[in-house]
């Protein structure tokens, strides 16, 4: 398994592999890396040639009272991860590799960024937008993998790749969960032992909710205030329980077609992030 640092590094990589022939796909991380992200790496070796996981943590899109510096960066850790799971090579480079000067270049989705995490965290699609498109640049994959914990990036995303013409497919994964339904993050290791058993607060809103619909209520407010009550009772501090449609990402009163079910709560001081799709005839699946 290749460990490249630089640009000039990943794109000799990737030059090898074109030139075997080999179908390309790329997994973008921030690193501290979890079964989530292994997940990811499994579809990409079982359907490409060559696999590539992105390892960096991007400055451009933490805002100035986040959790930027404290973000874990345990890279022999997320090496030895991914050297027995069929990775090929590691991209993980500097933030002076990927910003070497004053960045006057930016790329941003409208519209889909204005709610759910971008109204609380302004500028942050912009710099996922800029650094994914810097990633797919670099390493211009067949396939690149998302997880669907990040439902609102991976609409943005995808949108992006398609406004762009960029000639790659997105490839999206189901949300990986610990045994008590609590979503895999990175982030989860911020929890104390208390805050971790409040946290699974999250899962439990969100089954709630499918459960019922699943019963017939189709009215998002009703459904709405179901989770917000699950969570306050158990201490969460809500940011944000909102139904939006699947695609658009605007809010819905009525479910008459497929949405986005989609939560951000501060546990502690921990934010943590959390969704589910709720559809009649379409399942969660990699897509």
Known sequence: MKIASTIDEIRECVRSARRDGKRLGLVPTMGALHAGHGALIENAVRECGYVIVSIFVNPTQFGPNEDFAQYPRPFEQDAAYCQPRGVDAIFAPSAEQMYPRCQQTWVEVEKLTDGLCGAARPGHFRGVTTVCAKLFNIVMPDVAYFGQKDAQQVVVIRRMVD?????????????VRE???LAMSSRNCYLSPEQRQRAVCLHQALESCRQTFDQGCRHANELIELMRGIIERAGGQIEYVSIVDAETLEPVETIDRRVLVALAV???????????LLDLHLPEKCV
């Open 163 to 175: 406004d762009l013409n960029f000639p790659l497919m997105i490839r999206v994964c189901p949300i």
């Open 266 to 276: 501060f546990i502690g001081s921990t934010r943590l992030i959390d969704n589910c």
């Open 179 to 181: 045994p008590d339904g």
